[in-house]
């Protein structure tokens, strides 16, 4: 297991994720429309304010008043904070509160696959990123079939390939706008 996951540019965050698998899911839930570093900062960001990451107590707080709160966790709070709460009661509901069980009880790659595509939020890009991850860093083997052949959030060991996934990521975008106009 890694000591951090170099996410963000706050060490706390980055060892709360390696820490905490429901953290991880809980950045992974907020990587959307928002920089990779706000997204994974958010679940430390909920911790402080809430007081707690429990699956089922967030699934019962009211989170929209702490997504709000200034600096703001998420640039659609609203929407977000609803998502992180079905995404706790989900964990609480199928995975006894503990979200590690998401990987740890996968039978295989598919049971994986469908593990995490039934998570609030969580499309085939997330799909691919967590489970490149969690097979990465994290070596979970039932994961190895999620990891694809372009550079994920599972590539990124230090600030520097943080840099560079980003970097990637933005022409592998680029490259795949490109093709689907037929340019």
């Not at 959030?153 to 560079?164: C, K, N, R, T």
């Amino acid at each position: 297991m890694p000591e951090a996951l170099y996410f963000t540019e706050d060490e706390a965050a980055n060892r709360l994720l390696a820490d905490d698998p429901f953290a991880l899911l809980v950045g992974f839930a907020l990587d959307q429309q928002v920089t990779v570093q706000q997204a994974f900062l958010g679940p430390l960001r909920l911790k402080e304010r809430l007081g707690t990451l429990e699956p089922r107590k967030v699934a019962k707080a009211d989170l929209e008043p702490l997504f709000r709160e200034k600096p703001a966790i998420h640039r659609f709070p609203g929407s977000m904070a609803t998502r992180v709460q079905d995404l706790a009661a989900t964990v609480a509901e199928e995975y006894d509160g503990d979200a590690s069980r998401l990987w740890t009880q996968a039978s295989d790659g598919a049971d994986l696959r469908k593990r995490i595509s039934a998570l609030p939020g969580f499309g085939e890009m997330k799909v691919k990123a967590l489970g490149s991850v969690l097979a990465k860093r994290f070596d979970v083997p039932v994961a190895q079939d999620l990891v694809p052949s372009h550079p994920t959030l599972g590539d990124v060991d230090s600030a520097q390939a943080l840099a560079d996934y980003q970097a990637a990521k933005k022409a592998h975008k680029a490259q795949w706008l490109a093709s689907k106009s037929g340019r």
